[in-house]
T-cell receptor
Framework: GAVVSQHPSWVICKSGTSVKIECRSLDFQATTMFWYRQFPKQSLMLMATSNEGSKATYEQGVEKDKFLINHASLTLSTLTVTSAHPEDSSFYIC?????????FGPGTRLTVL | GENVEQHPSTLSVQEGDSAVIKCTYSDSASNYFPWYKQELGKRPQLIIDIRSNVGEKKDQRIAVTLNKTAKHFSLHITETQPEDSAVYFCAASKNNNDMRFGAGTRLTVKP
C-alpha cells in the first residue's frame, strides 16, 4: 500500500506555544489529505480536509485559526496547533487519499503541559 | 452529513471462532466502505474495503458484506487468532471524500 509519514511522532510542549505537525505522502502524490484527531479509546474525528493549493475545509466545531493547515505541495500537508492548551492534547493522524483509498500516517501524540 | 454507527463496541471470542462486526450508515450516496484495524498507539491499517457496486468481498479469513438497501455492512473474520486482537473501525464515504468512522469495536481473541 501507499506510504504516509508523519513528523514528529510525539511532542511535548508548554501551554501557549505552537506546534507544527508534518504529513508526507512518500511514494505518491496526494491532492487531498485529511487531518483527524483521536482521543484515548475513541474513534477518529475528522478535523479538516486539506487540498493542495487551496484553503482547507474545516469540520463544524473545529477552529480554523487554532488549527492552521497548509498544503503547499502534492506530498506535504502541515497542521499547526497554535497557542496550545492542555485540552489540545491528543493523537493527531493524517491520511492521504489515492485513487483507491486513504492511507494513514503513523500519528503524532501531542501532550500540552 | 454521513453518520456511521458500529456494533458491538467490544467483542470477545475464543481463538478459532468467528467474529462479526456490523455498521450502518445514513447517507445513501455513500459508495465506499473501508475497514481499518488499529493496534494500540499505531496507525489504522486498511484491511479490506468494498464499493457500492459489490455485495460481498473476501480476502482469506476476512470478508465484508454490503446491503445497500438496508444501508448496512459487516466485517466477518473467520478462524480468529490472537493477533487479530485490535480495534476495528468501519467507515463510509462518497468517492473517498469526507470519510466518517464508526465508534470502533475492540476485539479480543482469547487463546
Amino acid at each position: 500500500g501507499a506510504v504516509v509519514s508523519q513528523h514528529p511522532s510525539w511532542v511535548i510542549c508548554k501551554s501557549g506555544t505552537s506546534v507544527k505537525i508534518e504529513c508526507r505522502s512518500l511514494d505518491f502524490q496526494a491532492t487531498t489529505m485529511f487531518w483527524y484527531r483521536q482521543f484515548p479509546k475513541q474513534s477518529l474525528m475528522l478535523m479538516a480536509t486539506s487540498n493542495e493549493g487551496s484553503k482547507a475545509t474545516y469540520e463544524q466545531g473545529v477552529e480554523k485559526d487554532k488549527f492552521l493547515i497548509n498544503h503547499a505541495s502534492l506530498t506535504l500537508s502541515t497542521l499547526t496547533v497554535t497557542s496550545a492548551h492542555p485540552e489540545d492534547s491528543s493523537f493527531y493522524i493524517c491520511s492521504a487519499r489515492t485513487i483507491g483509498s486513504q492511507y494513514f500516517g503513523p500519528g503524532t501524540r501531542l501532550t500540552v503541559l | 452529513g454521513e453518520n456511521v454507527e458500529q456494533h458491538p463496541s467490544t467483542l470477545s471470542v475464543q481463538e478459532g471462532d468467528s467474529a462479526v462486526i456490523k455498521c450502518t450508515y445514513s447517507d445513501s450516496a455513500s459508495n465506499y466502505f473501508p475497514w481499518y484495524k488499529q493496534e494500540l498507539g499505531k496507525r489504522p491499517q486498511l484491511i479490506i474495503d468494498i464499493r457500492s457496486n459489490v455485495g460481498e468481498k473476501k480476502d482469506q479469513r476476512i470478508a465484508v458484506t454490503l446491503n445497500k438497501t438496508a444501508k448496512h455492512f459487516s466485517l466477518h473474520i473467520t478462524e480468529t487468532q490472537p493477533e487479530d486482537s485490535a480495534v476495528y473501525f468501519c467507515a463510509a464515504s462518497k468517492n473517498n471524500n469526507d470519510m466518517r468512522f464508526g465508534a470502533g469495536t475492540r476485539l479480543t481473541v482469547k487463546p
